[in-house]
Structures are given as structure tokens and as C-alpha cells.
């Protein structure tokens, strides 16, 4: 090796290094190890992790790839994207930030700031007192929280003075989920003497509730106040969108890049969104004559809807559909993947704080303090409406979707940490939709219903590459977002209601990701089988896929290349 390569190598391990640690933090893994404190999610802290990071990128720059084995260099493909967007956070950050690994406009809002907020209050509840110690770092971190809410107000006063203001419609739900969240902390960030163990100590619990009430319950005041001012909600703007803002284009063109992992503008999403929506609707008709249903897809739906077979009433009731599909899908996993989800799985009902303005739910995965993947489903809205969509939602969220994703992805302890702790949407959510469509490829989708729920929730999301550049660039009104929702994606108002806020007020682009992700996993999985022919086993490309963990579609191509010339010469 010459001096000049092993000078390369050297760079490029210690860059590696310093991104990995950057990573890492409370909102990752681990949460809350000794002596680390909640992110800070200030303007001029930012500035410091984006110079840190353009810093880093600038080194690369003198590396060249070829120098190294194919999984270095897909290391450092990871670490040039993770780089060139972490070096652009600062000058996003009065439009958007991230306190939870995607981009949001404002922090009193669900998929942003109640999302980080909630979590915080879980990780919290599951704190380990080890070690005497603990007591002391437990009390910074509750006091930590406050700072944090104090942060995200500060970021608001900041926006307001940039004339980038919460649309009037979502600040109308702004002051509802600020009260919840603080009856969320209220109820879970007191520590009772029985958590404490050996370390007992009635004082600290004392202590405990006094901080949440005297430090946390002013900050939650304090950032309710300023939403509450007659000065912001005069300015709230009634239109929507990121474009509105000053400079607000020019970002969500970026976020648009960066969501997608793609190079693609934001009317080329909205026109394969238009194309993809004729395609879905098409089969949808199909499968309203296979059931024998002469209808509109609307009329089979409502019928649907008061068919008792789809229909649950309870949590008990949810829980027991999403088992049966997982049953039904597990002697399966064996013909499509060579390995399996090395931990547990399971459903729970989503925190009421989060119930209003989330349609869904949510996937969080496993880590050290949580030894399963779970998916928070929406109880209210899931025992309000019909439960043809909880196969795909199922195979979605759990396996052969994001559950088997993110349990190996953090347990492969084969590749660099920076793997362990990839997070790509596009590759995300798409491996996710992929997987959802694969299930139908193993027939999973038995009964009629469950097809029309498959398609239902394709619907929804193909949506999304409409309303979203719709509402973000092209200047749709809410009202004109939720007339093509109404027409397309089957939702009910509610659900129309809080998803075009999502993507209009909270995360702009993040959910153009399902829909052109799984489309290029699909891509890519058809080029594999066309160039190997016979030699061609689809366990391989789903162990190509999962095996480095997630990464940008733009470079899963070259990824699933290494693949096809490592087989070519295989025979079957």
C-alpha cells in the first residue's frame, strides 16, 4: 500500500469515527448513557454541528473511493450524504429542524416536537437507576427538558421575527398538544420511591415532581404563552405551505432531494404522483369485480365499513387482527428472507397525547432500554372506521417491514456502527411499502377486503406526492389539498384533516419518501432478476437490502450492482 492510500484510509477511518459520534445522542442509541446530556437544539448550536460537519465533508473530498473494499466505500458513500445535509442544517434552521431525525417546521406540532417530547417522556419512565449517581443525572435530564421546551419557543420568537409564522389553522392545535404533553410529563417523569431500588430515597422522589412542576410546567407555559400572543396570531398566516416563507422554495426543493435520497424536482414527484394514482385506482376497480361488488370505490368502501367482519371495537379486538396477520405471515419468511428479526415484536395503543393529530401511529424500534419493535396504532381512529388496511399496515410496520429492518439493522454487528445507526426515509419507508407488497406477493391479502384495504392505503399514500408538492410549492390551498384527498385517498375528515397539516405545517417533503422508495427497491430488484436470469434467488436481494441497513436510493444502485457481480458467477 503506498503512503499516499494508507494517508487516505487514515482520514477516512477518522471521519467515519467523528460522524458515528455525532450520531449518537438521546434521541438514538443509547439514550441515556452516563453522562450524556439532551441534545441542544439552539441556532447557534446548530451553526456549530454545521460547520463540524462541512469541516468533515471537505476532508473526504481528497478521498477517493476506489482505494477501498466495496464495504468501506459504501461506508463513506453513507457518510459524504449524512455530511452534505448535516453541513446545510444551520441555514434551514429558522424554516425547519430536527429534534427526531426529520425535518420539521415548527415544534408545537405532532411528527416534530410532540413526537421528540413523547419519546423523551418514554425514555425517561424507562431511566435505570444503577448506580447512586443516576439520581443527580436523572434530575439534569428532567431539568434538560426544560431547556429543551425553552429552546423550541426561542426557535418560534426566532422564526416570527424572520416572518416565518404557524399557519392559523395549526395553531389552533398548537396550545391542545402543549397542555397534553405537560399532563404527559406530569404523570410519567415522577419517580416513586419503588423505581429507586437500593437507591431509595423519598426526598429525591419529592424532588422529582417538584422539578417538572417548577421548571417544566413554566417552560410548557412560557412557549403556550407566545403562541397564545395577540401579536403571533394576528400574523399566522390562513395559507399553507413552506414556499410561502422567505427562501422557503428554495429549501423545500433540498428537503425534496433530501427526503427522497433522490436527484428529482418536486413537479416531477407531483406528475408520477398523478400517473401513480391512475394505476391504483385501475386496480382498485379490479378488485371491486373480483368480490362481485357492482359500485363505485367509494360505495364498496362505505359497504365495507358496515360489514361487522371489519369492525373492532376494542384495542383487544386491533390487537387480535394484527396477530392474525402476523400468523399468517411468519411460516412464510423462510421462501423470501435467509435470516429473521433477531428480537420481538408487538402492537400497543398510541399515548392519548398523540391520538388527535396522528393518523396512524408509529414504529419505534428496539434498543438496548426497549428489548422489542413495537407499532403504536391510533385507537380511537382505528375503532371509528373499518380495519380492512391492518394487513398492509401490518406487513408495513412489522415483518416483513420495519420491525425486520431496524432489529437487524441495529443488532449487525458485521458492519460499522455508522450502519447501525443509518437513518434514510426514502430507504426507510420504502423498504416498508415494498414489504407490503411483497406480502401480496405471498397471497396474504386473502379475502377481497383485505386487497381493497392493500389498495386503499396506496391510495393514501400516493396522495401524498400530490398534496404535498401541491401545498409546498405549487401553492394549493388546504382547502384544494383536502379536495383531492376527499376524491383519492379514502380517509376519513379527521384523518384528511390532521395528514394535510402534517405535510403542509410539521413535515414538508418527509412524505413524498413511501411511494418513490418502494418503487425503486422494486426497480432494482427486477434489473437484478433480468441481468441473473436463473441464477437469480430473491432471499439474496432482500439480504442485499437489509444486510449494510439502510442507505440513500442513490446508492443502492451501485450497492445492488457489488451484489449482481458477486452472484453472476454463481450457478444455481
Not at 355 to 384: I, L, Q, V
Request: aromatic share 10%; glycine share 6%.
Amino acid at each position: 500500500m503506498s503512503q499516499q492510500s494508507a494517508s487516505q484510509i487514515g482520514v477516512a477511518l477518522r471521519v467515519i469515527h467523528e460522524l458515528t459520534e455525532m450520531n449518537r445522542g438521546p434521541f438514538s442509541e443509547p439514550p441515556f448513557s452516563p453522562g450524556v446530556r439532551l441534545a441542544d437544539h439552539s441556532y447557534e448550536a446548530t451553526r456549530d454541528r454545521s460547520r463540524k460537519a462541512a469541516a468533515l465533508l471537505e476532508k473526504l473530498q481528497t478521498v477517493d473511493d476506489s482505494i477501498f473494499p466495496d464495504e468501506l466505500a459504501l461506508t463513506l458513500r453513507l457518510a459524504r450524504f449524512d455530511l452534505k445535509w448535516k453541513a446545510r442544517e444551520a441555514d434551514w434552521y429558522w424554516h425547519v429542524f430536527s429534534p427526531v431525525r426529520v425535518y420539521a417546521m415548527f415544534a408545537a406540532t405532532s411528527y416534530c416536537g410532540g413526537a421528540a417530547l413523547n419519546r423523551l417522556g418514554n425514555s425517561l419512565a424507562a431511566f435505570a437507576f444503577e448506580r447512586e449517581s443516576d439520581r443527580d443525572r436523572y434530575l439534569g435530564h428532567v431539568s434538560d427538558t426544560a431547556r429543551l421546551i425553552d429552546q423550541f419557543a426561542e426557535r418560534t420568537v426566532g422564526q416570527g421575527e424572520r416572518k416565518i409564522v404557524m399557519p392559523r389553522q395549526q395553531l389552533e392545535n398548537a396550545g391542545p398538544l402543549l397542555d397534553s404533553i405537560l399532563r404527559m410529563f406530569q404523570r410519567r417523569l415522577p419517580v416513586d420511591e419503588s423505581r429507586l431500588g437500593r437507591f431509595s430515597s423519598s426526598a429525591f422522589a419529592r424532588e422529582t415532581a417538584s422539578r417538572v412542576n417548577d421548571e417544566i410546567a413554566p417552560a410548557i407555559a412560557r412557549f403556550k404563552a407566545l403562541l397564545l400572543d395577540a401579536d403571533y396570531r394576528n400574523n399566522a398566516p390562513e395559507t399553507v405551505g413552506l414556499s410561502q416563507y422567505p427562501g422557503g422554495a428554495e429549501i423545500y426543493a433540498e428537503l425534496v432531494q433530501f427526503c427522497t435520497t433522490m436527484e428529482i424536482t418536486a413537479a416531477e414527484v407531483h406528475e408520477r404522483g398523478l400517473e401513480r394514482m391512475k394505476s391504483v385506482r385501475h386496480g382498485m376497480a379490479r378488485a371491486r369485480d373480483a368480490a362481485g361488488f357492482q359500485g363505485t370505490d367509494k360505495e364498496y368502501l362505505s359497504a365495507l365499513n358496515t360489514d361487522p367482519a371489519w369492525r373492532a371495537e376494542t384495542a383487544a379486538e386491533i390487537e387480535a387482527a394484527f396477530r392474525r396477520y402476523m400468523d399468517r405471515m411468519k411460516p412464510r419468511l423462510a421462501e423470501f428472507f435467509d435470516f429473521q428479526s433477531p428480537t420481538p415484536c408487538a402492537v400497543s395503543p398510541l399515548p392519548a397525547v398523540l391520538e388527535p393529530s396522528m393518523t396512524f401511529g408509529y414504529y419505534d424500534m428496539p434498543r438496548k432500554s426497549k428489548a422489542r419493535g413495537e407499532y403504536f396504532y391510533n385507537t380511537a381512529n382505528m375503532t371509528s372506521n373499518n380495519i380492512i388496511n391492518v394487513a398492509a399496515l401490518n406487513y408495513h410496520e412489522l415483518e416483513p417491514g420495519h420491525h425486520l429492518h431496524f432489529s437487524n439493522q441495529l443488532t449487525n454487528e458485521t458492519v460499522h456502527p455508522l450502519h447501525n445507526f443509518a437513518f434514510y426515509n426514502a430507504f426507510n419507508e420504502g423498504w416498508a411499502e415494498y414489504a407490503a407488497a411483497l406480502a401480496g406477493e405471498a397471497h396474504m391479502y386473502a379475502e377481497p377486503g383485505e386487497m381493497f384495504g392493500r389498495l386503499v392505503m396506496e391510495a393514501f399514500l400516493t396522495s401524498r406526492l400530490v398534496v404535498d408538492t401541491g401545498m409546498n410549492i405549487f401553492g394549493w390551498s388546504l382547502e384544494k389539498a383536502r379536495d383531492y384527498m376527499r376524491e383519492n385517498s379514502f380517509l376519513s375528515e379527521n384523518e384528511i384533516c390532521s395528514e394535510s397539516l402534517r405535510y403542509s405545517c410539521d413535515t414538508p417533503a418527509q412524505a413524498l419518501a413511501y411511494k418513490l422508495g418502494d418503487a425503486e427497491i422494486m426497480r432494482l430488484r427486477e434489473k437484478m432478476h433480468e441481468e441473473l436470469g436463473e441464477r437469480f434467488d430473491i432471499r439474496d436481494f432482500h439480504r442485499a437490502m437489509l444486510h449494510p441497513g439502510g442507505m440513500p436510493l442513490s446508492d443502492l444502485e451501485w450497492h445492488v450492482g457489488r451484489t449482481m457481480r458477486k452472484n453472476a458467477g454463481r450457478t444455481k
